[in-house]
């Protein structure tokens, strides 16, 4: 579980996160969703110690994030990058063995159950026939899963994700989210991810936090917090809703 307090952050003498509290629970897949500058990747990063927020406290599974040296941290919780810009041609099965190097350590070896955790995610995935080719040379839908598997193999109780659907076609999408969502119910992840599309945040979301400005809006569930008033408050865009079973989804009103 995630526990945030009174969080605040600010940067460069701006403050860009102010009073930010929720949680987020073991199982379930939480969204944070709001527009372009609005906070959601800056609270990711202060989520995995990139960032030390000026004040507030956060907590994992009960234990203070400042209190984790990285190591303890590396096995405690993974994040998926918005972007990742391979330099070298890595095969597959190497990429993913690399998260295991919180549970063996820099200077030791790769053992039989390293290579067995890295096997059986390769199988989880579906991507045993990517395991030799070389990182680079793979789609960007494969990508994403690899470094899903990546952050597996580091068998983490916290699942942290940055847009893991950025320029994905909409099969992709479906298929990560749909993965994600799967793994969050079946190894009891807790399982954080920020989102652009308020429709893909419906279809997937089992809580929602809406942020806008560095703020929390509104938290709860997608039905409560992703409506035509909220949309409208934070992107400035009049929008209408259909319902669709106990789902429901928005587009823009035109004309």
Not at 33 to 49: E, I, V, Y
């Amino acid at each position: 579980m995630i526990s945030v307090v009174d969080l605040g952050l600010s940067l460069n003498g701006r403050a860009v996160l102010a009073e930010i509290s929720f949680q987020a629970q073991p199982g379930q897949v939480t969204v944070l969703l709001g527009p372009n500058g609005s906070g959601k990747t800056t609270l990711l990063l202060c989520l995995c110690a990139h960032y030390r927020p000026a004040r507030g406290n956060i907590q994992l599974h009960g234990q203070d994030l400042a209190d984790l040296s990285y190591r303890a941290l590396a096995r405690r919780l993974a994040i998926v990058p918005q972007d990742h810009h391979p330099v070298f041609p890595y095969r597959v099965r190497e990429v993913i063995l690399l998260g295991r190097i919180s549970r063996v350590g820099f200077f030791s070896q790769p053992g039989v159950q390293d290579y067995e955790v890295v096997e059986n995610i390769l199988s989880l995935l579906r991507i045993q026939h990517l395991a030799d080719k070389p990182y680079t040379r793979i789609s960007g839908g494969e990508r994403q899963l690899v470094l899903i598997g990546r952050c597996l193999a580091q068998e983490p109780q916290v699942l942290l994700l940055d847009e893991p659907t950025n320029h994905l076609d909409f099969k992709n999408q479906y298929t990560i989210l749909k993965l994600i969502k799967d793994l969050a119910r079946e190894r009891q992840l807790t399982v954080l991810l920020t989102l652009h599309d308020p429709n893909m945040a419906s279809l997937f979301a089992d809580h929602v936090i809406l942020l806008a400005e560095g703020r929390i809006v509104a938290h709860g569930p997608p039905l409560e917090v992703i409506t035509p008033a909220h949309m409208a408050a934070i992107y400035h865009l009049e929008v209408e809703m259909v319902n669709a079973g106990a789902r429901h989804l928005l587009y823009p009103k035109v004309g």
